[in-house]
């Protein structure tokens, strides 16, 4: 029998995906079913995406492009962050990423060793304490919660910081809450960082929810679609 690498038992899916195979196969069984378990939009691509994917494939514009992402993508979210934020990011300084996932994994594999410490917030996206775990690395929560209208507690992740703490994850807006974390939370945050190997990560939903983060994510969005601002 095959043995499978150790860090996989580390990892753990996302009880949403379970919930929702069951529900498609209900569906299946002719039963009715109100899907509450995927945040999955209840409209299709906007129209001018369509038509632009379809042109392109038309176009023969179907081939392998750049492992950092087509350059005149790049280069149009560079000007974009200059231009809405005051962020001066050259296009070589610029990677597209299939999704956040795949941009999570990629970032914590460059800076995540075994040993290091990563805090994340709870409730959150679960694979901040899965990938940990799979790298090797502990996986410490900051509480969001209702009486602070689940705004991170900036006196508790301070607590939580030690010398072994590489990452810090924020989500804004986050999931699943809907939270957007005040500009008062991040600017608090943003100088406790005392290891200088610390490094803040913050993937967010929508660039025009949320433009205290430094980084790019979907002003659009639907199933497997990424449409670029």
């Known amino acids: 029998m ?12 996302e009880g949403a995906l379970a919930v929702y195979s069951r529900a498609k196969e209900l569906e299946r069984q002719g039963r009715s079913i109100i899907h509450l378990e995927l945040g999955e939009p209840d409209f299709h691509p906007a129209a001018p995406v369509v038509d632009a994917l379809r ?3 038309a176009a023969g514009r179907d081939r392998y492009c750049s492992t950092r992402g087509v350059p005149a993508l790049r ?3 560079a000007e974009y962050l200059k231009r809405t934020r005051s962020v001066h990011a050259a296009a070589e300084q610029i990677i597209v990423a299939p999704g956040c ?3 999570l994994s990629l970032t914590m594999m460059a800076l995540v060793e075994p040993g290091d410490e990563v805090l ?8 901040y304490p899965s990938f940990t775990r799979g790298l090797g690395a502990t996986a410490v929560a900051y509480g969001l919660e209702e009486k602070n209208k ?3 507690d900036v006196g508790e992740i301070a607590q ?7 990452m810090l994850i924020f989500n804004s807006p986050n999931n699943p809450t809907g939270t957007v974390f005040s500009d008062a939370v991040l600017e608090r945050n943003s100088p406790r960082s005392p290891p200088s190997t610390t490094y803040g990560f913050l993937p967010t939903r929508s660039t025009r929810a949320c433009c205290s983060a430094e980084n790019i994510s979907p002003s659009g969005r ?8």
């Open 75 to 77: 280069q149009a979210i």
């Open 222 to 229: 639907s199933p497997a679609w990424r449409s670029a601002p």
């Open 101 to 103: 996932k795949m941009a």
């Open 55 to 57: 042109n392109a494939v």
């Open 160 to 166: 939580k910081i030690t010398p072994g703490t590489k």
């Open 2 to 13: 095959t043995r499978i690498a150790s860090r996989v038992s580390q990892l753990n899916g």
């Open 150 to 152: 689940f705004q991170p």
């Open 120 to 127: 994340y917030p709870d409730p959150g996206f679960p694979i």
